[in-house]
């Protein structure tokens, strides 16, 4: 790691580039720009963790915002560490730490460092702002990510979202449920095709998750849909009633493998684990298009739950 103090952003790319030079580092292959905003280390260190397995998706410049600190001497400065490959693989890594005022303007922090004719996207890693796209950064940015499940409150900040969202707005708990919604899907293509008639879903009501599976499915099936709450990390099992019987898909707690129940046939297992925030991340920087899908699930499919 190469660590300096009292410096500048422009100074810190030109570190960048002398490190590029020396074999160490490389932004030729780069495809994106992912800006990171967090609170404190615990964000940091989430960032970090994600970046080495993301980036072998995603080649990627990340630059990690850190919140404007106060130093005993008062005196506006940044400090910055930028990670090397024995830290972070092919990644790059850059953490910012504005002091004393050095932080107010976020954009002109990570503007000298972001590549050229690659995507923006900003992640606010701990704390989800009620309108994304009208903060600084938000306007800088092609997609914003914001992760509700990180929240104090994960549902009330999807609803806030749903009422500020604009066109590449996203969040990480979509992501989350891309399993659910695969596996659900597939078994209502699955003969006799009847229709649904109701459906049920158990899983932590106090979590994005659920609530945005069963926002997914009122909007997308049109029947009433019964969200009830388990005292679990997530989902816990999914029940579509149908005029031959039921369809289910039941994961335990903790468990990573989940049950595929249908009338008069056999039990099916697959893998079905939480997905990790690397899995979340990966899925969500694929594309800069708009996620047309998420968009009304939030704006009509949670407004159909009672």
Not at 68 to 87: F, Q, V
Not at 168 to 193: F, K
Not at 214 to 242: F, K, Y
């Amino acid at each position: 790691m190469t660590t300096l103090t009292n410096t500048t952003s422009a100074e810190v790319a030109r570190e960048l580039e002398r490190i590029r030079d020396l074999g160490g580092s490389s932004a030729l292959g780069k495809v994106l720009n992912l800006i990171a905003v967090v609170r404190n280390d615990d964000g940091v260190r989430a960032v970090v963790d994600s970046a080495v397995d993301v980036a072998q998706a995603h080649p990627l410049r990340v630059i990690v915002l850190m919140p404007d600190a106060t130093s005993d001497d008062g005196k506006p400065r940044l400090d910055a560490e930028i990670m090397l490959k024995e830290d972070v693989g092919v990644a790059e890594v850059v953490i910012l730490r504005p002091y004393n005022g050095a932080g107010q303007n976020e954009v002109s922090l990570v503007l000298p460092l972001l590549l050229s004719d690659a995507p923006v996207f900003t992640w606010w890693v701990q704390e989800a702002p009620k309108n994304p796209s009208q903060t600084s950064l938000g306007r800088v940015s092609t997609r914003r990510i914001t992760n509700a499940n990180s929240t104090r409150n994960p549902v009330a900040a999807l609803t806030a979202l749903a009422q500020h969202r604009q066109p590449g707005d996203t969040d990480l708990t979509w992501a989350g449920i891309t399993l659910w919604r695969s596996q659900l899907a597939a078994l209502l293509n699955e003969a006799p095709y009847e229709p649904v008639t109701e459906a049920f879903v158990h899983g932590n009501t106090s979590r994005g998750g659920a609530n945005l599976l069963a926002g997914w499915l009122a909007l997308r099936l049109g029947v009433p849909v019964h969200l009830e709450h388990r005292e679990t990390a997530g989902i816990d099992s999914v029940e579509l009633c149908r005029e031959s019987g039921s369809l289910s898909i039941s994961r335990p707690q903790d468990g990573d493998v989940a049950i595929i129940s249908r009338p008069d046939r056999a039990d099916l297992q697959v893998a079905m684990p939480m997905r990790t925030l690397q899995a979340q991340l990966i899925e969500e920087l694929r594309t800069v298009n708009d996620d047309l899908e998420f968009a009304a699930v939030l704006r009509e499919g949670l407004a159909l739950l009672n």
